[in-house]
């Protein structure tokens, strides 16, 4: 039995599939679970207020192809920051949590990534950094009573683009229930910048990392970048986070309106799970 369990974003396949559809690609591509997306869309945040019978469907679709949705991406905290000065885009990012942990605990997902941004669009401040904290412990709060685990993700902006800045949160907020959710090719980028050691970064988070998202970057760019073609050296990170625990994965891209997009699937698959396979 192996001892790691590999996901794939939602948005590396096209968003006209159904939920069946999907968990089907996922499957058919070797992967063991879906991370599901909330982001800023009012499509995507419409999920958040699904009935319980909508909620049942996905249930039974992930039994019926036997491939779960177990970790949740809630960058709709992008625009609805939790530090925001706006207090109606504040307010509502808090909702948005909120309702984000009731649906995990419906569909039986076990961390909730959020993005490590007190404000992504207006400058950051004092003023947002604190109102920033005071929510995060409130959104800590929250997920200790449904016992589901939130994942700061390391983002590409100043803020928390490291696993040593997004320690000091998680140390301020002194909960078992947030975490880290390290995106490797944001740290990876950082060190870069910084002129710094990602392996050593990734020490500072030991004990308190949840997963690891594999993104592909390259100096100043953090999207859509194919495997192989960047600079993140994959085998060592890998390898680093499992010495320091970490045992479940996501493997990170975009759809972009490729027709092999299934191939892209097979692809990236096939790039992680060798590696993992020799931590197994």
């Known amino acids: 039995m192996k001892k790691y369990s590999l996901g794939l974003y939602e948005k590396a396949m096209p968003g006209t599939l159904d939920w069946k559809e999907k968990l089907e690609a996922a499957k058919e591509a070797g992967y063991d679970f879906v991370e599901i997306s909330i982001d800023a869309t009012e499509e995507k945040i419409a999920r958040l207020d699904m009935t319980k019978e909508d909620r049942f469907e996905i249930i039974k679709a992930m039994y019926e192809v036997g491939m779960p949705i177990r970790t ?6 992008t ?6 000065d706006k207090e ?31 404000v992504y669009y207006e400058p950051s401040t004092l003023e947002t ?16 009573k449904a016992g589901i685990q939130l994942g700061l993700e390391t983002m590409e902006n100043e803020f928390m683009n490291t696993v040593e800045k997004a320690m000091k949160y998680v140390t301020l907020c002194n909960s078992n229930y947030l975490k880290i959710y390290p995106d490797i090719g944001n740290l990876t980028n950082a060190a870069v910048t910084y002129q710094s050691d990602v392996l050593e970064d990734m020490e500072l988070g030991r004990g308190n990392l949840t997963s690891l998202h594999l993104k592909e970057t390259l100096p100043g760019r953090f999207r859509e970048v194919p495997y192989g073609t960047g600079h993140v ?7 680093k986070a499992w010495d320091l625990g ?4 996501v493997t990170e891209f975009w759809y972009t309106g490729n027709e092999n997009w299934k191939a892209d699937l097979n692809s ?13």
């Open 72 to 77: 949740m991406c809630v960058s709709a905290l």
């Open 88 to 118: 109606e885009y504040c307010k509502r990012g808090m909702e948005i949590l909120e309702k984000s942990l009731r649906l995990a605990d419906d569909l039986g997902i076990r961390v909730v990534m959020i993005p490590g941004y007190d």
């Open 79 to 84: 625009k609805y920051s939790l530090g925001n």
């Open 246 to 249: 970490v045992r479940r994965f």
């Open 268 to 280: 990236a698959a096939g790039m992680a799970k060798p590696i993992l396979e020799k931590m197994n």
């Open 233 to 239: 050296d994959f085998e060592a990170a890998i390898s």
């Open 129 to 144: 950094k604190k109102r920033f904290l005071k929510n995060l412990k409130k959104a800590s709060e929250l997920a200790e």
